[in-house]
């Protein structure tokens, strides 16, 4: 089973910043925050990963909290593009199951 | 373009047939992962390879199986095909196995299973 909790679904306006939240309560310290994204008809993406500090890309930025039992994916400026489900999951070092939950489909309004 | 290929992009198909799924990984990644998509079950972790081994095994049906061969290419092979086998299946590469490796997705093989 998935080890984070998402919203379904999320409402966000172009050209606005998004915050994306994902518990992870139960994480343990060899734990990594990875997120990806899967675009209609398309596969799964990745966007961006973490261990404890904050992490930013080109994508996205990754902003974890002290306890890590919560993280947040931050897209600065989101364009119609970006409309798609994201994915929080947590990978353990040696563990080669990487279990998705249901995401969080985020939808753009123009 | 993850440089992931996966054929067929779509397969229509009968109950009780069998089919094979084929995906090769981007040049340089040992690992290979499946995974099901289908409407009301999300992505499900089939199972995975590292370098024609099998490192770890989800919810893969025992009609369902699996290699990875020397040249690392991966088949899924699906038998006794059933309705509710109709899907989306997705395969993943990365370089190597691990919590910080990125997994390259291809775009899928749809099966429809009539």
Same mark, same amino acid.
């Given at each position: 089973?998935?080890?984070?909790?998402? #919203?379904?679904?999320?409402?966000?306006?172009?050209?606005?910043?998004?915050?994306? #939240?994902?518990? %992870?309560?139960?994480?343990?310290?060899?734990?990594?925050?990875?997120?990806y994204r899967?675009?209609?008809?398309q596969g799964p993406e990745y966007v961006? %990963?973490?261990?404890?500090?904050?992490?930013?890309?080109?994508?996205?930025? /990754?902003?974890?909290?002290?306890?890590?039992?919560?993280?947040? /994916?931050?897209? %600065?400026?989101?364009?119609?593009?970006?409309?798609?489900?994201?994915?929080?999951?947590?990978?353990?070092?040696?563990?080669?199951?990487?279990?998705?939950?249901?995401?969080?489909?985020? %939808?753009? /309004?123009? | 373009?993850s440089?992931?290929?996966?054929?067929?992009?779509?397969?229509?198909?009968?109950?009780?047939?069998?089919?094979?799924?084929?995906? @090769?990984?981007? !040049?340089?990644?040992? @690992?290979? +992962?499946? +995974?099901?998509?289908?409407?009301?079950?999300?992505?499900? =972790?089939?199972?995975?390879? +590292? $370098?024609?081994?099998?490192?770890?095994?989800? $919810?893969?049906?025992?009609? =369902? @199986?699996?290699?990875? =061969?020397?040249?690392?290419?991966?088949?899924? $092979?699906?038998? !006794?095909?059933?309705?509710?086998?109709?899907?989306? +299946?997705?395969?993943?590469?990365?370089?190597?196995?691990?919590?910080?490796?990125?997994? =390259?997705f291809?775009?899928?093989?749809?099966?429809?299973?009539?």
């Amino acid at each position: 089973d998935a080890k984070t909790t998402q #919203p379904n679904s999320m409402e966000s306006n172009e050209e606005e910043p998004v915050h994306l #939240p994902c518990n %992870h309560s139960t994480i343990s310290g060899t734990d990594y925050i990875h997120w990806y994204r899967q675009l209609p008809s398309q596969g799964p993406e990745y966007v961006i %990963h973490g261990l404890t500090s904050n992490v930013n890309n080109r994508m996205a930025s /990754l902003a974890i909290a002290e306890d890590r039992k919560s993280s947040t /994916l931050i897209l %600065h400026r989101a364009t119609l593009r970006d409309a798609a489900v994201y994915y929080c999951i947590l990978r353990d070092v040696g563990d080669d199951k990487i279990i998705f939950g249901k995401g969080t489909r985020l %939808h753009i /309004l123009p | 373009d993850s440089g992931v290929t996966q054929t067929p992009k779509h397969l229509i198909t009968a109950t009780g047939q069998r089919v094979t799924l084929r995906c @090769s990984p981007r !040049s340089g990644d040992l @690992s290979v +992962y499946w +995974y099901q998509q289908s409407l009301d079950q999300g992505l499900q =972790f089939l199972i995975q390879y +590292y $370098n024609g081994e099998e490192r770890a095994k989800g $919810n893969i049906l025992e009609r =369902f @199986s699996a290699q990875q =061969f020397p040249d690392l290419h991966s088949e899924l $092979n699906l038998s !006794s095909l059933e309705l509710g086998d109709s899907a989306l +299946y997705f395969c993943a590469s990365s370089v190597v196995p691990g919590a910080t490796g990125e997994l =390259f997705f291809g775009e899928g093989s749809r099966l429809t299973v009539l």
